[in-house]
């Protein structure tokens, strides 16, 4: 698959499932280039000579951060201070939607509406520029009037209304109700940021 599907130059990225994580992570995992396309953003080749001008990123990983309509002013407000956002260090939003009993994905409003939501607080904050996939994740969460509602009348509320848990849908469509920013350790567990 060429660049053009990892959305390059952007500093906010937008896929869905597994399938779109693994896409953009492979750019971002990207250590050594050719000697000859060494550039500010992949600044690793493996020339000797250029290696030691490279920074030096030993134990540097890009973090993991969970994000809901629950905390997502305090996730975009947490990656823009500590530097994410720009097409130097980008951040990819990944809505993971739902699996149609074939084990496709089912691309589910809920995630959409709050990946847009994130990318709206993110390019208020100032991150960008956003790619074409994250300015429309933005635009239907921004064209939205009543993201809730949206939700609980979508596949996924009536679902889960139907099988008595329609609590859950009010719950977790409460939009900035909590400030913990979840980040994966090393072991693959989410813990509150400090």
Request: glycine residues 10%; proline residues 6%; charged residues 15%.
């Amino acid at each position: 698959m060429g660049d053009w599907a990892a959305q390059p130059g952007c500093g906010i990225r937008f896929e869905w499932g597994a399938t779109g994580t693994a896409r953009l992570a492979a750019e971002a995992a990207c250590l050594a280039v050719a000697r000859s396309t060494v550039s500010t953003q992949y600044p690793w080749s493996l020339s000797p000579t250029q290696l030691r001008r490279s920074p030096f990123t030993a134990g540097a990983v890009a973090p993991v951060v969970a994000a809901c309509l629950r905390n997502v002013t305090a996730v975009g407000s947490r990656l823009t201070q500590h530097g994410y956002g720009g097409s130097e260090r980008p951040v990819a939003v990944i809505a993971a939607g739902e699996r149609w009993p074939d084990g496709s994905l089912r691309p589910a409003p809920e995630d959409l509406l709050a990946a847009g939501a994130l990318i709206a607080d993110l390019g208020s904050q100032g991150a960008g520029p956003l790619s074409a996939e994250a300015a429309c994740a933005r635009a239907c969460a921004e064209a939205t009037a009543d993201i809730p509602r949206a939700i609980a009348a979508s596949a996924s509320g009536r679902e889960s209304a139907s099988a008595g848990f329609a609590e859950d849908v009010v719950i977790a469509t409460e939009e900035d109700a909590c400030t913990v920013v979840p980040v994966m350790d090393v072991e693959g567990a989410f813990a509150a940021a400090t």
